[in-house]
C-alpha cells in the first residue's frame, strides 16, 4: 500500500522530480488567485479508479472557466500511470491540478498563458479505515461557498473552513447546508437512505460538485434495482433516517452514524451502505 523508502516522485509541467527539488514560480495564478482546477483519482492495486469520468470532469470545469487543457485523456492517463509506477504506489490518491499559469499579479491575465500542470501521488488505505467500523460522525455547518460549486476549482477557503470545524469537534465530515437542506459534504456527497428504502441526494446543478464516485454508485443502485431519489433534503430528514453515507474518491462509500452528535437509524453502519461499499470496491478492482 504505501510508497517506497525511495524518493517521492512529482510531476511538473513535463518533468518528473524528487519532491524535494520541485517548485513552481511565485506568480503563478494558482497561488495567487486560487485560479486553476484539480481532480483526485484513487488507486486500488495499483490500478486508476474510475479515471475516465474524473477527466471528463477535469476537462468540463477547465473549459468552465476558460484554461486550455494541456492534454489528450490518453496523455493524462499516461502521466497518471508513469508516476503511481515511479513511486510504486499501490494504493492511495494521485492529485492533479492545472492552473491559468504564471504572470505578474493581476486580476486580468495576458493571453496565451501557458497552463501549469502539478501531480502528486498519496499512499493512503481507502478500502480500510478506522472510521469504517463504527461510522462516521458528521456536523453541519453554513455553506459558505461561491456559486459555480459545480466546477472544481483550487480555491477552497470555505472546505478547509468547515473540515477544521469538522476536526474541532472531533468529527470525521462536515454536512454543509442552505436554506435547510444539506447541499453536500465539505469533500463528498451526501445520501442518505429514507425508512422506505429510498436512496436519496441531492440533484445535480451549478450548487453541488457533480461526484465521480457518486455517478459510479448510483450505476449500481441502478444495477441492483433499488429506489433513488434526486431531490434536496433536509437536516430533519437526514436525522430521521434509516441510514447515511458519503461517497468520495478518498472515502469510496462511507457510511455516516451521527449527525451533529445524534445516532442515525440504529448508530451503526447500515446494511446497504455496506453492500454498496462493497459492491463498489469489487466493480471498481473489475475496472468497471
Same mark, same amino acid.
Given at each position: 500500500?504505501?510508497?517506497?523508502?525511495?524518493?517521492?516522485i512529482?510531476?511538473?509541467?513535463?518533468?518528473?522530480?524528487?519532491?524535494?527539488?520541485?517548485?513552481?514560480?511565485?506568480?503563478?495564478?494558482?497561488?495567487?488567485?486560487?485560479?486553476?482546477?484539480?481532480?483526485?483519482?484513487?488507486? @486500488?492495486?495499483?490500478? !486508476?479508479?474510475?479515471?475516465?469520468?474524473? @477527466?471528463?470532469?477535469?476537462?468540463?470545469? !477547465?473549459?468552465?472557466?476558460?484554461?486550455?487543457?494541456?492534454?489528450?485523456?490518453?496523455?493524462?492517463?499516461?502521466?497518471?500511470?508513469?508516476?503511481?509506477?515511479?513511486?510504486?504506489?499501490?494504493?492511495?490518491?494521485?492529485?492533479?491540478?492545472?492552473? #491559468?499559469?504564471?504572470?505578474?499579479?493581476?486580476?486580468?491575465?495576458?493571453?496565451?498563458?501557458?497552463?501549469?500542470?502539478?501531480?502528486?501521488?498519496?499512499?493512503?488505505?481507502?478500502?480500510?479505515s478506522?472510521?469504517?467500523?463504527?461510522?462516521?460522525?458528521?456536523i453541519?455547518?453554513?455553506?459558505?461557498?461561491?456559486?459555480?460549486?459545480?466546477?472544481?476549482?483550487?480555491?477552497? @477557503?470555505?472546505?478547509?473552513?468547515?473540515?477544521?470545524?469538522?476536526?474541532?469537534?472531533g468529527?470525521?465530515?462536515?454536512?454543509?447546508?442552505?436554506?435547510?437542506?444539506?447541499?453536500?459534504?465539505?469533500?463528498?456527497?451526501?445520501?442518505?437512505?429514507?425508512?422506505?428504502?429510498?436512496?436519496?441526494? +441531492?440533484?445535480?446543478?451549478?450548487?453541488?460538485?457533480?461526484?465521480?464516485?457518486?455517478?459510479?454508485?448510483l450505476?449500481?443502485?441502478?444495477?441492483?434495482?433499488?429506489?433513488?431519489?434526486? #431531490?434536496?433534503?433536509?437536516?430533519?430528514?437526514?436525522?430521521?433516517?434509516?441510514?447515511?453515507?458519503?461517497?468520495?474518491?478518498?472515502?469510496?462509500?462511507?457510511?455516516?452514524?451521527?449527525?451533529?452528535?445524534?445516532?442515525?437509524?440504529?448508530?451503526?453502519?447500515?446494511?446497504?451502505?455496506?453492500?454498496? +461499499?462493497? @459492491?463498489?470496491i469489487?466493480?471498481?478492482?473489475?475496472?468497471?
Amino acid at each position: 500500500m504505501a510508497e517506497t523508502s525511495a524518493p517521492r516522485i512529482v510531476y511538473v509541467n513535463g518533468a518528473f522530480l524528487p519532491i524535494e527539488t520541485a517548485s513552481i514560480p511565485v506568480m503563478d495564478r494558482g497561488f495567487l488567485f486560487g485560479d486553476g482546477i484539480y481532480e483526485v483519482t484513487a488507486v @486500488l492495486d495499483g490500478h !486508476l479508479i474510475d479515471n475516465e469520468p474524473h @477527466l471528463a470532469r477535469l476537462e468540463r470545469s !477547465l473549459g468552465e472557466i476558460d484554461i486550455p487543457n494541456p492534454h489528450s485523456r490518453e496523455a493524462w492517463t499516461e502521466i497518471q500511470q508513469a508516476l503511481v509506477a515511479r513511486n510504486n504506489l499501490s494504493e492511495g490518491l494521485i492529485y492533479l491540478e492545472v492552473t #491559468r499559469g504564471v504572470a505578474e499579479r493581476d486580476f486580468l491575465s495576458p493571453a496565451g498563458l501557458t497552463p501549469t500542470v502539478v501531480m502528486f501521488t498519496q499512499a493512503k488505505s481507502v478500502r480500510t479505515s478506522a472510521a469504517l467500523a463504527k461510522g462516521a460522525a458528521v456536523i453541519t455547518v453554513p455553506d459558505l461557498r461561491w456559486a459555480r460549486r459545480d466546477i472544481k476549482s483550487t480555491s477552497l @477557503l470555505a472546505q478547509v473552513l468547515a473540515k477544521r470545524a469538522a476536526a474541532a469537534a472531533g468529527v470525521n465530515e462536515a454536512w454543509m447546508v442552505e436554506g435547510g437542506t444539506v447541499t453536500e459534504g465539505a469533500s463528498s456527497t451526501a445520501f442518505i437512505v429514507t425508512k422506505a428504502g429510498e436512496i436519496v441526494s +441531492r440533484p445535480l446543478s451549478h450548487a453541488v460538485l457533480p461526484g465521480v464516485t457518486r455517478r459510479a454508485v448510483l450505476r449500481l443502485v441502478a444495477e441492483k434495482g433499488l429506489t433513488f431519489v434526486e #431531490r434536496p433534503f433536509t437536516v430533519e430528514e437526514a436525522l430521521a433516517a434509516e441510514e447515511a453515507f458519503f461517497t468520495s474518491a478518498s472515502s469510496l462509500v462511507m457510511p455516516v452514524t451521527s449527525i451533529d452528535g445524534r445516532p442515525i437509524g440504529g448508530g451503526s453502519p447500515g446494511p446497504l451502505t455496506r453492500e454498496l +461499499r462493497q @459492491l463498489y470496491i469489487e466493480a471498481a478492482l473489475e475496472g468497471r
